[in-house]
């Protein structure tokens, strides 16, 4: 499928603008350690969709009320990431046309997403994600004609989401996760902790927008002790 950044509503194209940008200092991190681990094996290639919905009205300075984004949550009984909170998406398979078919077919068969009511705006820079090995392509869409969505398969996952942007923006919700070695940007949000790869790709799209208000970056709390207070693990 063709990209239509075009079609995307105005308050959306500041983050299609600047899909190109390095999303957050842990995504440059992860690209570091791409360039570091590939030098003995290739990645797997994956893609994710990075899906907004909201009202068409507004102006790039403006988020619509109703703007949110699309996640899951994993199931607790897959191999890697379990449990954890992410976009749709998922490993490259022999008959997909690149990442923007990879992303839609994933969220079609993850969520329930139609296609035909997904206009895919942009392709971020792939990122690296060391436990797993992939190389993974985070595509932009706007979700124009949303409709309902659920659980299609309890072997990956096990919660549908729209979470409202107000949500995630709200400087309450937001802190630092760390880890030995490791520290990300998250979210808590519907009980849940939006976190890795999932948060830093948000981060960076609401930095480089001009979405983001002023949190405070110095709350940095433990990853395992902030999941564990909203019954999750790693």
């Known amino acids: 499928m063709n990209l239509e950044p075009q079609n995307a509503p105005a308050w959306l194209r500041p983050a299609v603008e600047s899909a190109d940008t390095d999303a957050a200092d842990t995504l440059s991190l992860a690209r570091a350690m791409r360039r570091a681990m590939t030098v003995l094996q290739e990645p797997r290639q994956a893609a994710v969709l990075v899906l907004f919905s909201g009202s068409a009205e507004g102006s790039a300075r403006a988020l619509p009320d109703d703007a949110d984004v699309l996640l899951t949550q994993r199931a607790s009984s897959m191999r890697q990431h379990r449990g954890q909170v992410a976009f749709p998406g998922g490993a490259v398979d022999p008959g997909d046309q690149g990442p923007v078919d990879t992303a839609l077919r994933e969220a079609c068969e993850e969520t329930g997403v139609r296609r035909e009511d997904v206009v895919p705006l942009a392709v971020m820079p792939k990122l690296f994600v060391p436990p797993s090995r992939f190389d993974v ?23 549908v989401v729209r ?7 709200d400087p309450a919700n937001r802190f630092m996760v760390r880890r030995t070695g ?49 019954g999750m693990t790693l």
Not at 141 to 151: C, D, H, Q, S
Not at 163 to 169: A, D, F, R, T
Not at 183 to 210: E, R, Y
Not at 212 to 227: K, S
């Open 137 to 159: 392509t985070p595509v932009l869409g706007y979700w124009r004609n949303p409709a309902e969505v659920r659980v299609v398969n309890t072997g990956e996952t096990e919660r």
């Open 182 to 230: 490791y520290q990300s940007p998250a979210f808590q949000v519907d009980g849940m902790l939006v976190w890795g790869l999932t948060g830093g790709i948000l981060h960076g799209i609401f930095k480089n927008a001009g979405w983001e208000l002023d949190w405070d970056q110095n709350d940095v709390r433990d990853l395992e002790q902030a999941l564990a207070a909203l």
């Open 163 to 169: 979470v409202p942007l107000s949500e995630l923006l």
